[in-house]
């Protein structure tokens, strides 16, 4: 499926994850339904190493809040993460790897594509 919302690359912005369901509107999707302030766009493949430095951080992801029907993210999970997020880890040398094509096309106003492109990964 694509969203009339676009990719960093230009193209139709695809989907993230169903499983986990992630999007900042938990619909799987780094998009932002025409909702202004939503920045959770940036579709990760996380790893072992990134979601440790984000639990330093301050921001555990690994941990399951059933409260929140959040499992808990798992290396390999896809995830849609918050902008400032990505920012800081790649500022620290720690950026998770992005699938460009479930990336939302907002980011490049604060990240360059080619930061974005040295940390792409494919969707499968």
């Not at 997020?85 to 907002?106: D, F």
Request: hydrophobic residues 40%.
């Amino acid at each position: 499926m694509t969203s009339p919302e676009r990719n960093v690359l230009g193209g139709p912005l695809l989907a993230c994850s169903y499983a986990p369901l992630t999007g900042f509107f938990r619909d799987g999707w780094c998009a932002t339904h025409s909702e202004h302030g939503v920045a959770h766009l940036v579709c990760i493949k996380s790893t072992a190493e990134f979601l440790a430095f984000s639990s330093e951080r301050g921001n555990d992801l690994s941990t399951p809040r059933p409260e929140l029907r959040f499992r808990g993210l798992q290396p390999g999970d896809r995830w849609c993460l918050h902008v400032l997020r990505w920012i800081e880890a790649w500022e620290a040398g720690m950026a998770p790897k992005v699938i460009l094509e479930a990336t939302h096309q907002n980011v490049l106003q604060l990240v360059p594509l080619e930061a974005l492109k040295r940390h792409s990964v494919d969707m499968a």
